[in-house]
C-alpha cells in the first residue's frame, strides 16, 4: 500500500521560497500523477499542481508564476517550491497520488497526512 | 475555469440518517467529478471517482451520482466516524474543489 510522507520546513518568512519534499514508499512513482494541495487556515481545499512521473507538469493559473514542482523518481519522492511567499501562504500542505490516462481518472487516491507550514516575517 | 458550488454549507444531522451532499459545476463536466472526506489530522480520504465509482476500502453505504453540471454523494445511513468535511473536485485542470459541506451532529 502506498505511503506519502511530506516533509519541510514549518516556518518560512515573507517573500522567501517555501521548499516541501513527499516521500513515496510502498509503491513505483512509474505512470502515475503526483500532486500538491493545501488548506489554508478556516478555508477550503486549493489545488496547487501536478507532476508526471517523467517530468510534464501542470500548475494552477493563478500561482504559475512563482510554483515548481519536481521529482526524482531515484529516490521516490518529489517536491514543490513556492518563491515570494506570503502570510497568505500560510496553510497546511498535502501531498497526492493520482492516476490519468485516455478515458480514466484515479481521482487523488493516496494523501500524505499534511504538513503545517506558517509564513511569519 | 469551471466552478463547484457545494449545498449546503452545513448539514445537521444524526447518526443513522441519510445525508445527501451536492456539487453542482458553472459548466458541463461530464463524469470528471471526485468526492473526498477530510477530518482534523488525518489524511483526505478519496470516496467516489468519476462521479459514481466507490474507491478502494469505501463503504456501501456511500454513492454517488450524477453527470454533466450536477452531482450528489449520498451516505445511506451515517455512522459516527462520517461526521467530517466533504469536498467535490473537478478532474480537470484547473482541478478545483467545491467550498465543501459540513457534515456535523443535530
Given at each position: 500500500?502506498?505511503?506519502?510522507?511530506?516533509?519541510?520546513?514549518?516556518?518560512?518568512?515573507?517573500?522567501?521560497?517555501?521548499?516541501?519534499?513527499?516521500?513515496?514508499?510502498?509503491?513505483?512513482?512509474?505512470?502515475?500523477?503526483?500532486?500538491?494541495?493545501?488548506?489554508?487556515?478556516?478555508?477550503?481545499?486549493?489545488?496547487?499542481?501536478?507532476?508526471?512521473?517523467?517530468?510534464?507538469?501542470?500548475?494552477?493559473?493563478?500561482?504559475?508564476?512563482?510554483?515548481?514542482?519536481?521529482?526524482?523518481?531515484?529516490?521516490?519522492?518529489?517536491?514543490?517550491?513556492?518563491?515570494?511567499?506570503?502570510?497568505?501562504?500560510?496553510?497546511?500542505?498535502?501531498?497526492?497520488?493520482?492516476?490519468?490516462?485516455?478515458?480514466?481518472?484515479?481521482?487523488?487516491?493516496?494523501?500524505g497526512q499534511g504538513?503545517?507550514?506558517?509564513?511569519?516575517? | 475555469?469551471?466552478?463547484?458550488?457545494?449545498?449546503?454549507?452545513?448539514?445537521?444531522?444524526?447518526?443513522?440518517?441519510?445525508?445527501?451532499?451536492?456539487?453542482?459545476?458553472?459548466?458541463?463536466?461530464?463524469?470528471?467529478?471526485?468526492?473526498?472526506?477530510?477530518?482534523?489530522?488525518?489524511?483526505?480520504?478519496?470516496?467516489?471517482?468519476?462521479?459514481?465509482?466507490?474507491a478502494t476500502g469505501?463503504?456501501?453505504?456511500?454513492?454517488?451520482?450524477?453527470?454533466?453540471?450536477?452531482?450528489?454523494?449520498?451516505?445511506?445511513?451515517?455512522?459516527?466516524?462520517?461526521?467530517?468535511?466533504?469536498?467535490?473536485?473537478?478532474?480537470?485542470?484547473?482541478?478545483?474543489?467545491?467550498?465543501?459541506?459540513?457534515?456535523?451532529?443535530?
Amino acid at each position: 500500500q502506498v505511503q506519502l510522507q511530506e516533509s519541510g520546513p514549518g516556518l518560512v518568512k515573507t517573500s522567501e521560497t517555501l521548499s516541501l519534499t513527499c516521500a513515496v514508499s510502498g509503491d513505483s512513482m512509474t505512470n502515475f500523477h503526483w500532486n500538491w494541495i493545501r488548506q489554508s487556515p478556516g478555508k477550503g481545499l486549493e489545488y496547487l499542481g501536478y507532476i508526471y512521473y517523467s517530468g510534464p507538469t501542470n500548475y494552477n493559473p493563478s500561482l504559475e508564476s512563482r510554483i515548481t514542482i519536481s521529482v526524482d523518481t531515484s529516490k521516490n519522492q518529489f517536491s514543490l517550491k513556492l518563491y515570494s511567499v506570503t502570510t497568505a501562504d500560510t496553510a497546511v500542505y498535502y501531498c497526492a497520488r493520482s492516476k490519468r490516462y485516455s478515458g480514466y481518472d484515479s481521482g487523488l487516491d493516496a494523501w500524505g497526512q499534511g504538513t503545517l507550514v506558517i509564513v511569519s516575517s | 475555469d469551471i466552478l463547484l458550488t457545494q449545498s449546503p454549507a452545513t448539514l445537521s444531522l444524526s447518526p443513522g440518517e441519510r445525508a445527501t451532499l451536492s456539487c453542482r459545476a458553472s459548466q458541463y463536466i461530464s463524469r470528471y467529478l471526485a468526492w473526498y472526506q477530510l477530518k482534523p489530522g488525518q489524511a483526505p480520504r478519496l470516496l467516489i471517482y468519476d462521479a459514481s465509482n466507490r474507491a478502494t476500502g469505501i463503504p456501501a453505504r456511500f454513492s454517488g451520482s450524477g453527470l454533466g453540471t450536477d452531482f450528489t454523494l449520498t451516505i445511506s445511513s451515517l455512522e459516527p466516524e462520517d461526521f467530517a468535511l466533504y469536498y467535490c473536485q473537478h478532474r480537470s485542470s484547473p482541478f478545483n474543489f467545491g467550498p465543501g459541506t459540513k457534515v456535523d451532529f443535530k
